[in-house]
């Protein structure tokens, strides 16, 4: 019996790749194990603003040089959601269907007690999911046991999940060692995020890498047939 299996980094409110991705796949497993790098999706996405596409950034505590997982990555001013949910209602309060999901997403930002980044990000994971209708199984990489070796690490824990397909997206072609999938009896897919269509958009050209908050309140329920992977 197939299985796909994807290993990914929580983002914060992803883009709607993201989400094709984990709809593609029979489960998820988030590998916040990695190091947390700055400047990266781990903590901020872009908002479609009347002056243009704009970063809101979770702002996080990070210990120098050192080693410093996702998972254990801690916000550093417990204020960040006011302050989101403050410029997301400013920038989408217009939109059709903001409020269709203003409940659930005021909820996440203004009654969220989690200090961690990684378990911040999969609250909004796992409810974007139930907005959609995404059904796959979440996991996480603590719940392996974790070899060595980048490529490695990957096929073992496609072996553990007891995977026969493991999905990844293109920029893993730079350092993805493939052979060792074969060897292991797991075949690549690779995830190709061209041609998605243009949907209505509050403000000026349309923009597609932006969080996918903005695709569910400018479209609504329709959000799934503007996605590849439905």
């Not at 403000?203 to 609504?220: A, M, P, R, S, W």
Request: some cysteine; proline content about 3%.
């Amino acid at each position: 019996m197939s299985k796909t299996v994807i290993i990914t980094q929580s983002n914060y409110i992803p883009w709607k790749g993201y989400f094709d991705a984990l709809n593609y796949a029979d489960e998820f497993i988030l590998f916040d194990e990695m190091q947390y790098t700055r400047r990266d999706w781990r903590n901020r996405n872009k908002i479609v603003t009347e002056g243009g596409v704009k970063w809101i950034s979770i702002p996080v505590l990070v210990k120098g040089k050192y080693h410093q997982s996702i998972n254990k990555t801690r916000v550093s001013d417990s204020r960040w959601g006011i302050k989101h949910w403050s410029m997301i209602k400013a920038n989408y309060s217009r939109a059709p269907f903001f409020k269709v999901y203003k409940d659930v997403f005021q909820e996440l930002y203004l009654n969220n007690p989690e200090v961690f980044l990684s378990k911040i990000n999969e609250k909004f994971i796992v409810a974007i999911n139930q907005i959609l209708r995404i059904s796959t199984k979440i996991s996480r990489c603590e719940d392996y046991q974790l070899v060595d070796g980048n490529t490695e690490r990957l096929v073992d824990l496609c072996l553990k999940a007891r995977a026969t397909e493991y999905l990844t997206g293109p920029m893993a072609k730079a350092y993805l060692d493939e052979s060792l999938f074969s060897k292991a009896g797991i075949s690549v897919h690779w995830l190709d995020y061209s041609g998605y269509p243009e949907y209505p958009q509050v403000y000026g050209e349309f923009e597609h890498g932006v969080t996918i908050l903005d695709l569910l309140f400018n479209t609504g329920p329709d959000a799934r047939e503007y996605m590849k992977s439905f």
